[in-house]
């Protein structure tokens, strides 16, 4: 799995989800050569974010697409015709090819998802299912003020498990520090949609909006299969 240099698949995964749709910002520019840079450095990083194999992070870059359709619809446009048609078909051709390397884990999660019967294949799946129940169970014991993060570890390994954390940032805030802990998670990453909402409206604003919009919702899908706040470039890029 590609690292980037980042000593984990994970952060460097984060980095290229949420940067490759930042880098679609450039479309707006009216300078042609920021547009082509901007749409490269898209192509790049979701390459990046495949040959990282990290699906949890997948659904985020679609989800940012998709807004950026929303918030700038007058920059797919110029794509709607039969030049435009070829560079995209160029484009998917590129992103199935270096893609091929994450197909197995896509397959393996697609088929955990829908089978009713997990295969030998799906350890990392069963295993995150057991953190979460045993987790949920830990929060329902202790729900206001958790068990504090120094006891975290001990706690996982009472189910013969060696993981640092519950592969899900939600949980492991509420099993650190309770419903206290997941607010003020919940808080922390509403903290750009806030400033973003509130910011000026000048001609910036919807683009400052929607940077914010990526950021916190990337941070959140991040954090539905694995810890948020892990690594120093999770902190830095925040």
């Known amino acids: ?54 699906r949890g992070m997948l659904p985020a870059t679609v989800l940012a697409i998709a807004l950026f359709a929303m918030f700038f619809p007058a920059t797919i446009k ?46 990392s799946y069963s295993v995150r299912m057991d953190l979460w129940k045993y987790g949920l169970e830990l929060v329902q014991q202790n729900p206001v003020f958790g ?3 120094q006891n975290r570890r001990a706690l996982i390994e009472q189910t013969g498990l060696q993981f640092t ?11 650190d520090s309770g ?27 919807r683009q400052r909006l929607f940077v914010a919009i990526v950021l916190t919702s990337t941070y959140v899908v991040v954090g539905m299969t694995n810890f948020i706040f892990v690594h120093d470039l999770s902190y830095s890029i925040f």
């Open 179 to 205: 419903i206290v802990g997941f607010l003020s998670l919940v808080a922390l990453l509403c903290a750009p949609l806030l400033a973003a909402i509130t910011a000026a409206r000048d001609d910036f604003y």
């Open 165 to 175: 954390h519950f592969h899900n940032g939600f949980l492991t805030a509420m099993v």
């Open 78 to 123: 110029p794509w709607l015709n039969i030049k435009g048609a070829l560079i995209l078909a160029v484009v998917a051709v590129i992103i199935v090819w270096f893609g091929i390397s994450s197909a197995d884990r896509i397959r393996d999660t697609i088929t955990y998802m829908t089978s009713e019967n997990a295969t030998a294949t799906d350890t």
């Open 147 to 149: 068990y504090g993060v």
């Open 1 to 54: 799995r590609a690292e980037g240099g980042a000593g984990n698949a994970l952060p460097f995964a984060l980095i290229c989800a949420l940067f490759s749709v930042l880098a679609l910002l450039n479309l707006l520019s009216e300078v042609k050569w920021r547009k082509i840079v901007g749409f490269i450095g898209f192509v790049a990083g979701f390459v990046c974010l495949l040959l990282s194999q990290s």
